[in-house]
């Protein structure tokens, strides 16, 4: 009954091949321009899994108490010097705070007017203490630095320095290093290159760290979910903040934009990279195996035709159902082609070996549609089946997958029985002179007949040889290594993620009030996996008395002379030339015949405040420029130190407060990991552990572990259904429970194998690649059917039949299709184009060479000859009923 449906469709289509391409023209124009207008992509990776799940819900619940940490940017400013990244980040701050159509909030991570008060608190009471005597000793040079901050100024605490050494309070030893220090920055001012110099560093007594050298801003920006990239409205505003105030030229600083937002957007772009010339090279060579084939410009062009018009109904249908596609549904295109070449190329290549046998286009096609429309029904109703099987699994990306999927091959199986042999009937493609198949496979078709046995048993000894591979089968959970490495955004994560201030690694829990939060902090800071644990109290400074009493202490020593004196008039050009030059005779007679570092670096600075002095007034102000902003910055920051005030929780500023207490009272408890947050084991065990104590805990490595934990369930749930549903639909078509293991048993031996391959080629599995499993499945079970079906009918000699030119044909052509994504730049879109190649070669090997030898020889075996008699018969016939009905009009 359904051969004879599909044969009067075919029939039907091809008595009326005009009207059925208008009416298939006007659906796919239709369908084209609904999804034009109605194209939407969600870009938001956290719906592609149910928010229905238990941690799922505790994430939203997180989110929804806290701002959400995956709608941030964080820029990240370097610079040569402590002061000059201040400079730079607070110009920066500035410059965004005024653009409130593009940005929620921007903050200073660790920073802000908080930390600059009361920075000093959170250093150890002996720092304090030490620190504190320190500046108040050096109050003549900081009163004359902040009220004669200029060269003569400086020249005039450098005089300080000398006589302090004359006067064996110290060395000149001792001096060498600040000394060093200022000729380093003189040295390349002189020369005309960047240069500023550090007065924190000169007050360490070392060089900067990479940390001192760094700054952070958190920027909540307002994305656009409806756009490929929903942040990069955002990223451009701050890239061209950061221009406009020239960062690089005026601090010296460099601006790298990395968190959440950024990569998802730099992701994209690496998708783009290339994209063009892979996809020129992918068309050329996929029409080149299709001309290979199927030898006619007009099946080509039928076949291309069908396939638009089917994607296009596919794409108006799926955006109609879901609304916005997301980035694993949209998937469904290459899932579509690759099925939508494979039913084309089918029912081409057939309709290629009837026309040989049968010269008369009208009756190849009916012979066409009798042939393969049983088994291509079959075929796309156990792929539609496999793949709608995914639709009730909590992998929501997976979810809609398989809806559009599903549907999908449901419309590429109807294009196939009615648009194309109405293109066909259309076009007349001339007649095939030549049969179709392999003639020249015939002795290996024979050498399998003869040697079946040997081939199964020893098939399945490798097989089962390579089962112990699976072992070291692997799943990288971690989404961030899909990521190209290469990008700014993903290479400055990977080089901060150990930063506790970026808290890219961290686990949160919520208590429910602060003695909780700190019984918390009690109990997991025990835990192996743990380097610290941070609450809100963590913003308390510990034992502050004594540290804001040297503070006092300090403040009314300093806090007189820290203001600018109005009656101080800064000094002309001239009186720059004369301090300097008395400097250096003052440096000169201070080295006098001494040897050592304090004599050498003295006669270096020397030299160069002669250079100064001796140059023209530009060298002078590219001086000033070295030495004077930052020491007014560091000035600043001195002030503010000395403003500290008694921190408690209820002082914290709001900006704080809004970070780790909720409106209900709940209080943050962030956990941060110990080891490599960059190596996936580390990570999980930490999640593991953190839940051992704390099961409602939340945050990045426990998304990351359970996650792939849900993801791996769907796919395992989803493969069960799917298989389930194709071996009840080919139980009831097939009705011998032996024809459907010979079914079966190849597709789970191509499977296996492909798995087995992935340990021995260093493939990982993860979130990208694994899409390549339902392709596995779909193709597979449609290449298994065509064969179980052709074995049925009595067809022998299948290897070298025109069915193994439409398989092997159609492999290669959905391989290279596929298989280009190996060379995308984008690791998971290559890890993904990597694995499709390697399935859809095993899938056809044990279609082609496997399922053949599996079968032996057909229960009812029909000779070739005896096929074509039934064929040319049949035509006769119908032949006769024309004429008859012809002899007919005519009376």
């Not at 559009?404 to 091959?409: E, K, N």
Request: net charge neutral; with cysteine.
């Amino acid at each position: 009954m359904l051969q004879r449906a599909i044969v009067t469709i075919v029939d039907f289509c091809t008595r009326y091949g005009a009207q059925i391409i208008g009416i298939a023209a006007l659906l796919g124009i239709a369908a084209a321009v609904y999804a034009a207008f109605h194209f939407a992509i969600d870009a938001d990776v956290n719906k592609l899994i149910s928010k229905d799940l238990p941690w799922r819900q505790r994430e939203v619940a997180f989110e929804k108490s806290f701002p959400p940490k995956e709608e941030t940017i964080l820029a990240v400013i370097d610079a040569p010097t402590s002061e000059l990244a201040t400079q730079a980040t607070a110009a920066l701050i500035q410059n965004l705070s005024d653009q409130k159509d593009h940005f929620h909030s921007i903050l200073e991570a660790g920073g802000g007017p908080f930390f600059q008060k009361n920075g000093l608190l959170f250093l150890p009471t002996p720092e304090v203490v030490a620190l504190t005597k320190k500046l108040g000793e050096a109050k003549p040079l900081i009163q004359t630095l902040a009220q004669d901050s200029n060269l003569r100024g400086l020249t005039t605490v450098l005089n300080y320095g000398l006589i302090g050494a004359r006067m064996n309070h110290y060395t000149l030893d001792n001096l060498s290093g600040t000394l060093n220090m200022v000729s380093d920055t003189l040295d390349e001012a002189i020369a005309g290159r960047p240069a500023s110099f550090s007065w924190r560093a000169m007050l360490n007594g070392r060089p900067p760290t990479p940390d001192e050298r760094r700054r952070f801003i958190e920027i909540r920006p307002v994305l656009d979910y409806a756009a490929l990239m929903p942040g990069k409205v955002a990223t451009d505003a701050i890239r061209r903040a950061a221009a406009d105030l020239d960062i690089g030229v005026k601090y010296g600083a460099t601006l790298r934009l990395t968190g959440p937002v950024a990569i998802a957007d730099e992701e994209y772009a690496t998708l783009e990279e290339g994209a063009y010339t892979n996809t020129t090279v992918t068309i050329v060579v996929v029409l080149t195996i299709l001309w290979l084939a199927l030898r006619s410009f007009g099946i080509i062009l039928a076949v291309a035709v069908s396939l638009v018009v089917g994607l296009s109904i596919t794409a108006a249908v799926g955006l109609a159902l879901v609304g916005a596609l997301n980035l694993i549904s949209i998937a469904f295109a290459v899932l579509f082609i690759g099925l939508g070449v494979d039913f084309g190329i089918q029912f081409s290549v057939r309709y290629r070996a009837e026309r040989h046998e049968v010269d008369d286009l009208h009756q190849a096609l009916v012979n066409t549609a009798s042939h393969v429309g049983a088994p291509l029904t079959l075929a796309a109703a156990a792929t539609a089946a496999g793949f709608l099987s995914f639709l009730p699994t909590d992998y929501k990306g997976l979810s809609e997958l398989g809806l559009l999927a599903g549907l999908g091959m449901i419309i590429a199986f109807l294009t196939s029985i009615t648009l194309l042999p109405a293109l066909l009937t259309v076009l007349r493609p001339p007649g095939e002179p030549k049969e179709m198949g392999f003639k020249s496979l015939a002795p290996l078709d024979r050498f399998m007949e003869r040697h079946r046995i040997p081939i199964i048993v020893g098939t399945g000894l490798a097989v089962a040889a390579g089962l112990p591979l699976l072992y070291w089968l692997q799943f990288d959970f971690n989404p961030l290594n899909l990521r190209s490495t290469k990008v700014e955004s993903v290479a400055t994560l990977l080089e901060l993620r150990s930063d506790p201030a970026i808290g890219a690694s961290s686990i949160f829990v919520l208590a429910p009030s602060m003695e909780a939060a700190q019984s918390d902090l009690e109990k997991l800071s025990k835990l192996p996996e743990v380097s610290s644990v941070k609450t809100m109290e963590s913003f308390v400074p510990t034992d502050q008395q004594p540290k804001l009493a040297a503070i006092r202490q300090l403040a009314t020593v300093l806090d007189p002379v820290l203001r600018p004196d109005p009656n101080k008039k800064p000094p002309t050009d001239a009186d720059n030339v004369a301090a300097l030059k008395a400097a250096v005779d003052a440096l000169k007679q201070s080295a006098g015949t001494q040897t050592g570092p304090g004599a050498s670096a003295a006669n270096r600075l020397a030299d160069d405040l002669a250079k100064l002095a001796s140059g023209d007034e530009a060298m002078r102000g590219r001086a000033h420029a070295a030495m004077i902003p930052s020491l007014n910055t560091a000035l600043d920051e001195l002030r503010n130190y000395l403003q500290a005030q008694p921190v408690t929780l209820e002082t914290l500023p709001p900006e704080i407060a809004r970070e780790w207490v909720t409106q209900d009272g709940r209080y943050k408890v962030e956990i941060l990991p110990k080891g490599d947050p960059t190596d996936n084991e580390t990570l999980r065990q930490f999640a593991r552990a953190v839940q051992a104590v704390e099961p409602n805990a939340t945050g990045g490595p426990i998304a990351i572990l359970e996650s792939g934990r849900t993801v791996v369930r769907a796919f395992f749930e989803a493969g069960l259904w799917a298989l389930g549903s194709i071996v009840i639909l080919l139980w009831i078509v097939l009705r011998r429970f032996g024809d459907v293991l010979l079914t079966i048993i190849p597709l789970l031996t191509a499977g296996v194998v492909t798995m087995e391959l992935m340990v021995l080629l260093g493939m990982k599995l993860n979130f990208a690649n694994i899409i390549a499993l339902p392709l596995l499945l779909g193709v597979g079970v449609a290449f298994k059917i065509y064969y179980i079906m052709a074995w049925r009918a009595g067809q022998t000699g299948l290897l070298q039949s025109s069915l193994t030119r439409a398989v092997m044909f159609s492999a290669l052509t959905t391989a290279t299709a596929f298989g280009s994504l190996w060379l995308s730049s984008h690791p998971g879109t290559s890890s993904m184009g990597k694995l499709m190649a390697v399935a859809l070669v095993t899938t056809m090997a044990a279609a082609v060479l496997f399922q053949p030898v599996l079968m032996g020889p057909p229960r009812d075996p029909k000779p070739k000859r005896f096929m074509r008699r039934i064929g040319a018969g049949a035509a006769a016939a119908r032949s006769q009923e024309a004429v008859a009905a012809g002899a007919d009009k005519s009376t």
